[in-house]
């Protein structure tokens, strides 16, 4: 894989092509073009200055969203890893609380596994013992990921610049040590309207999900921005991500965990904020 990184000019035009993406609410086209589809560190260097204009704009960093967690997905990029976004405060919904859809371009639902720290993950081996120990407690989660590229036609590299195709999450009320659950054995079904339409299991992330959570410690690390007690980390699809459109309800139920709901109003002010966790006080 190329590791070599483009110029910054050229990082920063596709920068700016997503953001006038995410400004205008209309999909562009892919800015592989501009940095390659395989160039990592250009990638995530684009993907650095987006993150930098949210924190500039009063954003607040609240976690990481893994992404690319499943071989399937993986083969069909022509890629051999996961890789990784980041998560604001605005990004997170309610359980069970209405997306106006108008807010997004192309969205899908997938059904995951959220672990939320207790200590950081910045020093020592961060090994798997050292990451079980780490989480505070696991939850049931939906991510709702979206692209800034027409049709979802993504490269690596895309999928990278544009924050890992990420936008809006939503954890469930449940909390659970790792004492009383085991990611890996875990099962999960995801319903609309009661039909189900996405389902899998904890081994159907990277192996299990814990992996997951110490690849994006390792990672993360490497980048220079370690993961940190009380950040929500989203372990990556249990399951085929499914697209949402007006007038959808997705609950997913993950064994051990219980459930997380969403739903996207038929008829909805496009304009409206979604209803967040932060509306109502709460903090990720």
Known sequence: MNETPRGSGAVTKAAQRLLQASADRAPCIPVRDLIGADDVKSAYAVQELLTAHRLESGARVTGRKIGLTSPAVQAQLGVDQPDFGVLFDDM????????????????????????????????????????????????????????????????????????????????????????????VDARMTLARAGETVSSGTGAACLGNPLGALAWLARTAREFGSPLRAGEVILSGALGPMVVAQAGDAFTADITGLGSVSVCFPASDASDAAPETASDEGASA
Do not use: C, H
């Not at 990921?145 to 490269?155: E, G, K, L, M």
């Open 92 to 183: 997170q919904v309610t359980d069970g609380a209405p997306v106006p859809a108008g807010r997004l371009i192309q969205p899908k639902v997938e059904a995951e596994i959220a672990f939320v720290l207790g200590t950081d993950l910045a020093e020592g081996p961060l090994d798997d013992k050292q990451v079980r120990a780490a989480v505070a407690y696991a939850s049931p989660a939906l991510e709702i990921v979206d692209s800034r590229i027409a049709d979802w036609d993504i490269t690596f590299g895309d999928t990278v610049a544009d924050n890992g195709s990420s936008a809006l999450y939503v954890l469930g009320r449940a909390q659970r040590p790792l004492a009383q659950f085991e990611p």
